[in-house]
């Protein structure tokens, strides 16, 4: 069965970093855009990051830009979200996503509905 699973969630003060992981079972992840989503307590889901199937090309939301850093590393089969200077509104369930590119190796997606495969998520708290 194909699966997302992500890691590396849980609580960290303010300005403090965490890293998260996406980790695929049973396909590869060399064929996929990967991307980053976070839904914060009461409200919609948002797009965090993503990066292309050769992990050249990355988009970052607003929010994300210049705290967040998407990397790849497609012969382990997993794509990193690394997250510094976490501020409290970052609090959210953080869900990893992959889009089938087989035409391209340089789009990325903000959009959700281009994502055919999701993770369970897990929660991030910024708090102290």
């Known amino acids: 069965q194909e699966r997302l699973v992500e890691s590396g969630g849980g609580l960290v003060q303010p300005g403090g970093s965490l890293r998260l992981s996406c980790a695929a079972s049973e396909f590869t992840l060399d064929y996929y855009t990967v991307g980053w989503f976070r839904q914060p307590p009461g409200k919609e889901r948002e797009f965090v990051a993503a990066v292309s199937r050769s992990g050249y090309n990355t988009d970052y939301s607003d929010s994300a830009k210049g705290r967040f850093t998407i990397s790849r590393d497609n012969a382990k089969n997993t794509v990193t979200l690394q997250m510094n200077s976490l501020k409290p509104g970052d609090t959210a369930v953080y869900s990893c996503?992959?889009?089938?590119?087989?035409?391209?190796?340089?789009?990325?997606?903000?959009?959700?509905?281009?994502?055919?495969?999701w993770g369970q998520g897990t929660q991030v708290t910024v708090s102290s």
């Open positions: 996503a992959a889009a089938s590119t087989s035409f391209s190796r340089s789009h990325t997606f903000k959009e959700s509905s281009m994502y055919s495969h």
